[in-house]
Every structure is written in C-alpha cells, then in structure tokens.
C-alpha cells in the first residue's frame, strides 16, 4: 500500500510517550518505582503534572508520591494534548480532543475494575483513533470540510460512508493510516489492535479492550461529547448492554434515569482537568 508523502511526514509521538505505554502492562510491579525517573527531566512537563495532580485531589509534593497509575495517565493525557496543540492548523478541530480525552475516561469507566486494567483501557481510549489525528495533521482544512459534509449528511438522513472518501481525498483511510501508524511509531503490541479497523475476529487476549474501545467511543458520543454532532447515538443502556459487567454495575443506581447524567457529570469533572 502506498503511504501519502504527506502522512510520512507526521511527526511520531515523542519516544518518552511510547515508554509509558510500553510500561503500562507491568505497573503494580517493582518498574513504579522507574516511571518518575523517565519523566524527571522535562521540569515543564513535571509542573504540568503536579497542577493536574492538584486538580485531581492528590495531595502530593512530588510525583514520586503519585500512584503509577494516575502518574502514567497524567503523563500520557499530557503528551498527546501536546502532540494535538502542534499537529492542529484549524481551529475547530481543537474540538477533537475533547471528544478524544472523553473516549479515554469512557472506556476507563466500562473497565477499570483495578487500577492498570483502567489504565490499559484509558490509554487505548486515547489513541484509539490515530489514524483520523494523523488525517487531520496531515490535512487540516481538506479533513475540517470533510467532518462539515458529513455532519451534514448525517443530519439530513442521507446515507454517507466516511471512510470511501478518506480513501477518495487522501488514499488510504484512517483505519489504514492507524495500522501504518502503530508500526512506524513502534507502539506496543497489546495497544495496536485498537488504533486500525477493529479486528472481527479478534484473539481472546484482545477482544475485551476492543469491545470496551468501541462501547465507551459510542458512550462518549452519546453523552454529547462527539465531534460530529449530527451522527446517530446510541442509549447508555444500548451502549452497556453489550458490556454485561458494565451494565450490572451502572443498574445499581437508584433510579436508570440518573445513570446518564452521572455518567456525563463524572466525565465533565475529568475534562476540567486537562
């Protein structure tokens, strides 16, 4: 397949991004103790991470105090909003990562019943659409007016597949840019089912993080947090009703009514965040 000269030219993620993912399987082991020592050097990067610590209610005065997890995802949520603020031209599609970081939380949600299993599934929420972020760098005006036709499509009922003018406009699309991505970036290998087209036939290691990507991106978009604001959504309970765990735990609430604008209120927190 040939890759655009203007997709090869996307600046990779910094190396210190793909360590932490690298990192993120064995958090809980002796390796926290390594995590602060790969961040130390970049002193602004370390003053960004105190203030979201602050912000998060972690009262700490260093992040050697700061538990690996919440440290990895601080740093992590860091990198990439970084990475956007320098690969963005077009205004408007700042928006994107505020649908991207929603993603994250949402899938963190739907499987974070211990602290690096929640990390594994937030950091797979993240990144789970570089293939559009590269599209988007590559190509801000040209994909800005693409997201414009299709919302507009979307909200006039007319049928319209996204990916067929991926292709047209720029040759491939965003899941085979995504696929193209992992493997230049060298990202790891738990993270690189998730960031091309969704296998439909995974391998049993891999389904649960895929599911879970593909349920909290459609959480996401139903609770309003969507960059395009025409396209169909789904119920909460449609969404969790493909995550049987999930759902059990959310049908708890005293009444069901309330679970969607909890869900919308914790994930409004965490924005304020970032």
Not at 53 to 67: F, H, K, Y
Not at 149 to 165: A, C, K, W
Not at 238 to 255: F, N
Request: hydrophobic share 45%; glycine share 6%; with cysteine.
């Amino acid at each position: 397949m040939a890759i655009p000269i203007s997709i090869q030219r996307i600046a990779p993620l910094p190396p210190i991004a793909v360590e932490v993912l690298n990192r993120i399987p064995s958090l809980g082991n002796a390796a926290d103790s390594d995590l602060p020592a790969l961040l130390q050097h970049d002193t602004g990067l370390l003053a960004e991470i105190l203030s979201i610590a602050d912000r998060r209610g972690l009262v700490v005065d260093s992040i050697e105090q700061i538990p690996a997890t919440d440290l990895a995802e601080i740093a992590l949520s860091l990198f990439v909003r970084q990475y956007m603020q320098r690969a963005f031209d077009v205004s408007e599609d700042r928006r994107y990562w505020r649908y991207t970081l929603a993603c994250a939380f949402a899938c963190q949600e739907l499987l974070g019943f211990d602290s690096v299993t929640g990390l594994r599934a937030y950091a797979a929420g993240l990144l789970h659409d570089i293939g559009r972020l590269a599209l988007i760098a590559a190509y801000p005006e040209k994909y800005a007016n693409l997201l414009t036709l299709t919302d507009s499509m979307f909200e006039s009922g007319r049928p319209f597949n996204i990916s067929e003018y991926e292709r047209l406009l720029f040759g491939l699309d965003r899941f085979a840019t995504g696929d193209w991505l992992a493997g230049m970036w060298k990202l790891p290998a738990w993270l690189q089912p998730v960031v091309g087209k969704f296998n439909s036939k995974p391998t049993a290691p891999d389904r649960e993080l895929i599911e879970t990507v593909r349920a909290g991106t459609q959480l996401a978009h139903s609770l309003g947090f969507g960059y395009l604001t025409a396209a169909p959504r789904l119920s909460v309970r449609q969404v969790l009703s493909k995550l049987p765990a999930a759902m059990r735990h959310w049908e708890t609430l005293d009444y069901w009514n309330l679970g969607e604008g909890a869900w919308r209120a914790r994930i409004e927190l965490r924005l304020s965040w970032y």
